[in-house]
């Protein structure tokens, strides 16, 4: 069965340097997602991704972050400057038809900024 | 802004006792209902949804749930749990005119004895 693949597992990195975080969509998917979840809080929303463009953005995703699909398979989320908040597990999704679609989960990558 | 409520956030069953999980969501509008499940070391894997028509819905792992409007709940039961369904229980909801975001619950995580 066709997987979500996240890359790295595990990123450690200085406060104020950038982070890109890398995901492998399912092949045929249209919609893609970013979430985050820091430690013992919700998993929230980051951003959705339809047609090489941002659909939807949360508060969350400010000047600081972005998202790019650089080739015809890779979806990745750049930090430009990391805070120590930004530490968190960030989850990419995807799926084919939006809404009512079942989004498909990455296993993550734990994000550490020290 | 919606919210989702799960207000078991930690359960603990012994093997073959029947489970309830409860999730509130706060949005007037029509929505999309999701239950995710997080193994230990695996990615969110989807459990089951509702959209549209018979409120009582089945998944997968004997799982179901139902979507009861006037209560603004879409609680996950089993009638008898196993061992292997130890896991973090998440719900998710997707308003159907507001884009394709999930906005989750905090989670239940379910410790079942052998």
């Known amino acids: 069965e066709p997987e979500v693949t996240q890359t790295p597992s595990h990123q450690v990195t200085q406060m104020g340097q950038e982070v890109i975080l890398r995901c492998v969509p399912i092949?045929?998917?249209?919609?893609f997602y970013w979430y985050r979840q820091i430690l013992g809080q919700k998993v929230e929303f980051l951003v959705s991704?339809?047609?090489?463009?941002?659909?939807?953005k949360s508060e969350i995703f400010d000047d600081q972050f972005s998202v790019e699909r650089p080739d015809g398979s890779n979806f990745t989320l750049k930090i430009r400057s990391t805070k120590l908040e930004d530490s968190a597990m960030y989850f990419c999704a995807s799926n084919l038809a939006g809404g009512t679609d079942t989004q498909y989960f990455g296993p993550g990558t734990r994000l550490t900024v020290l | 802004a919606q919210s989702v409520s799960q207000h078991n956030h930690h359960v603990i069953l012994s093997e073959a006792a029947s489970l309830e999980l409860g999730c509130n969501y706060s949005?007037?509008?029509?929505?999309?209902l999701f239950w995710y499940v997080q193994y230990p070391g695996q990615h969110l894997q989807l459990l089951l949804k509702y959209f549209s028509g018979d409120p009582l819905v089945k998944g997968i792992k004997g799982f179901e749930a139902e979507f009861i409007k006037s209560k603004f709940s879409f609680n996950l039961r089993k009638p008898s749990v196993q061992w292997s369904d130890t896991a973090e229980y998440f719900c998710?909801?997707?308003?159907?005119?507001?884009?394709?975001?999930?906005?989750f619950g905090g989670g239940t995580r379910l410790m079942v004895k052998p």
């Open positions: 998710a909801v997707n308003p159907n005119n507001a884009g394709n975001m999930l906005t």
């Open positions: 991704f339809y047609n090489n463009e941002i659909s939807e």
């Open positions: 092949s045929n998917h249209l919609y």
């Open positions: 949005y007037g509008g029509t929505v999309n």
